[in-house]
Nanobody, 123 residues
């Protein structure tokens, strides 16, 4: 199995900053793209930012210029630096990773999800 462990969420005032971390562990051969999604009650889960294994990143328009995604391939870890936070950034943030594993004698490629971490931006 592959587990994604997230940390760094919490309550922050508007204009503040948070740094989310997500570490993938388990029987992983290789991690490809990693990303962050967010979801609010009653709405779909939307992409916030994603990054390839080579370091190419893309962002949702609503966060571009404020958020920065990065990764440490040696640690199978992805980060999301969130600056100038706004109340509309409030959501549950989910880490995602696409990875190859070798399970029961077979190679497999799957998407994996973290448990989600709450980010609340409020005064």
């Amino acid at each position: 199995q592959v587990q994604l462990v997230e940390s760094g969420g919490g309550l922050v005032q508007p204009g503040g900053s948070l740094r989310l971390s997500c570490a993938a562990s388990g029987n992983i051969f290789r991690v490809y793209a990693m990303g962050w999604y967010r979801q609010v009650p009653g709405k779909q889960r939307d992409l916030v930012a994603a990054i390839t294994s080579g370091g190419s990143a893309n962002y949702a328009d609503s966060v571009k210029g404020r958020f920065t995604i990065s990764r440490d391939n040696a640690k199978n870890t992805v980060y999301l630096q969130m600056n100038s936070l706004k109340p509309e950034d409030t959501a549950v943030y989910y880490c995602n990773a696409n990875a190859d594993t070798f399970v029961i004698g077979r190679w497999s490629n799957n998407d994996y999800w973290g448990q989600g971490t709450q980010v609340t931006v409020s005064s």
